[in-house]
Structure formats: C-alpha cells, structure tokens
C-alpha cells in the first residue's frame, strides 16, 4: 500500500496560459492505492459526491491505464472539484507517484507528469500539464512540448473560493482564438518578469507578471465580484491578482504581513456580491509527498 499527499496547483498565473503553474502548501488530496486484480476507485472528502467512481471518468482511471498498474485506490479530496486549483490533477498526480512506487515503474518525476496529463483530458478534453507538473514537482513550473522545468520559489498567497462552480471544459470555451502583436508583446514581458520574479522569490515581480490582457478578462466575467474581489486584494496589499487555473478561484500574491488583509478583503468583496467563499492563506510549496507504503 502507497500513500500520497498531492497539492493543489494554481495554472496560468495570468500571463502563462497553459504553460505556468505552482504547488500550494495547502489545500491537497491524499491518494492510498494498494494492488488488485482490478481497478476500482473510492472517493471521499470535499465535493466527493460530484466526482465519478468509474475509472474510465475519474482523472486516476487513465494514470492506471497509462501505467498499467490496476488497483484499489481512495481518494480523500482536500481539493473541491471545478475550483481552479486544480482539483481534477490533484488526484492524477497523486495517483501517478503512488502507482510508479507501488508497482516500481522506475519512472523519473519528470516522466510521470504527461502519465498524470491523460487524466486531464478525461475531464476537460485537453492533455494540460499545467497543474499535475506543480502537483508532482511542486515549486512554480513551465510546461511546454519540450518538457517541464521547474524552481523552488518563496512567494506568499492568498487563494479565495467563491462558492460556485466553473467547470475547466466551459472556461476553455471563452478563450479566445487570436491575440494581437501588441497583446502579444505585453503577454510576453509579463510572463518573463513573472519568471524572473519566481526565480528570485521576488513577491513584487511575481504580482507585476501575473497581468494577462488575453485570457483572463475572458474568464473574469465568468466570476461574479471579480472587479472587486481584485481591487480590495489590491487595496490590502496584494502584488497581483489574477483568475487561478480556469478559474472560479481568485489567486493574490502578496507580502506576508499582509496576507490576512487580504484574505479578508477578498472574503468581504465576494460576500457583498452575495457569493459565500473561502480563503486559503497559503504558500508556493513542494510536490507530491509519500507519506505512507
Ligand atoms: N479525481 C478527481 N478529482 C476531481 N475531479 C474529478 C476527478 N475525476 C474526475 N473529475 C471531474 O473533473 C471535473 C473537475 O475538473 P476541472 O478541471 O473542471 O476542475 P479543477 O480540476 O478543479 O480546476 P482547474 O483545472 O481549473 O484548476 C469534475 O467534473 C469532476 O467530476
Ligand atoms: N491552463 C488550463 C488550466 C485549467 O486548470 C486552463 O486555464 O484552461
């Protein structure tokens, strides 16, 4: 028997659409796995009534495949579902360490991430690996064709949860098909001052970065409060705000000090727009952890 903790993921950071992502020290799914002759999957925890058992529709059931390693799996979901932070590759992630131990794949963290990616295109269509690498390798990471490349990073983070759900599939529907030069150009030096900011654990890059002027007005309006949700982060403090992953979560980097503002202000915002939510005050973190075998 394996026992993993993998970490919710923030995708995109504003300016990386489908390239940045970073591992949050918290929230996180446990995933146990144990050999059988065949697969079956149990699921409890937060949202675990709207996450399918059937191995051939939850995220696990294609890292089984992909590794060829049938067993019997529970997932304890610390992750709700069609959050933003990465629900859905929480768990493959989670899956693809515990199973390559379980069944000694020999695979390197780095060869595991497209494995946990099939996962992804169960749910939303696409094979993203911009929320099971972070998952897997943890720090702040940069998928491309090429591979996954990633860095420890120190950055404060306030990542708030209105209580609505927006599923990964409907959000890539609003993305739009072309950019300009000029959207172009402004993507790429903030995607660049972002990277820079990660690689110096620099709070204040990091938030300058996060600006996307393509995607992410896209996804705003999909966010009831946004506007203000991201005004009073900044007003408490915040670096940078943006839609985390496909979104409904909101993502601020910020000072220490000032990450319980924060949290509070962007509580406040969705409340006054009559949407209940939470804040995980929280942390670029590591990858996934065995905790258990
Ligand atoms: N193991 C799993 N954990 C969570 N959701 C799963 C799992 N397997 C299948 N799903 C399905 O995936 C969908 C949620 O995935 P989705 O990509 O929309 O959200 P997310 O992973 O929280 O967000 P994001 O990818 O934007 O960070 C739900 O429909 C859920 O039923
Ligand atoms: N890059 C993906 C992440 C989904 O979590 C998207 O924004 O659609």
Do not use: W
């Amino acid at each position: 028997m394996v026992t993993v903790r993998a970490p919710a993921t923030s995708a995109n950071l504003g300016s990386g659409f489908d390239v940045f992502g970073a591992a949050l020290s918290r929230p996180a799914d446990v995933v146990t796995v144990e050999r059988a002759a065949e697969t079956t999957i149990e699921v409890t925890g937060v949202g675990a009534q709207y996450i399918p058992e059937d191995p051939e529709k939850n995220t696990v059931g294609a890292v089984v495949e992909a590794l060829d390693a049938p067993a019997r799996i529970h997932i304890d979901k610390g992750v709700r579902p069609a959050s933003g932070l990465g629900s859905s590759a929480a768990s493959a992630a989670g899956a693809a360490v515990a199973l390559n131990r379980l069944y000694d794949r020999g695979l390197s963290r780095e060869e595991l991430v497209p494995i946990a990616a099939e996962g992804e295109a169960v749910v939303s269509g696409v094979a993203h690996s911009d929320n099971v690498a972070p998952s897997i390798l943890g720090g702040f990471t940069v998928t491309t064709a090429e591979g996954t490349r990633s860095v420890d990073a120190a950055i404060p983070l306030v990542v708030c949860l209105p209580d609505v759900a927006v599923s990964t599939r409907d959000a890539r529907r609003v993305v739009p098909e072309t950019a300009s030069m000029e959207e172009l150009v402004e993507t790429v030096g903030n995607a660049a001052t972002l990277a820079v900011g990660m690689c110096r654990s620099d709070t204040d890059l990091v938030g300058l970065g996060m600006d996307d002027p393509v995607v992410t007005p896209e996804r705003a309006r999909l966010i009831t409060g946004y506007d203000d949700v991201r005004e009073r982060a900044f007003d408490a403090g915040a670096t940078g705000v943006t839609v985390s992953g496909a979104g409904p979560a909101v993502i601020a980097a910020c000072r220490e000090r000032d990450r319980r503002d924060v949290a509070a202000e962007m509580l406040d915002a969705f409340a006054e727009a009559g949407i209940e939510s939470r804040a995980y005050q929280t942390r670029i973190g590591r990858g996934s952890t065995v905790l258990d075998e």
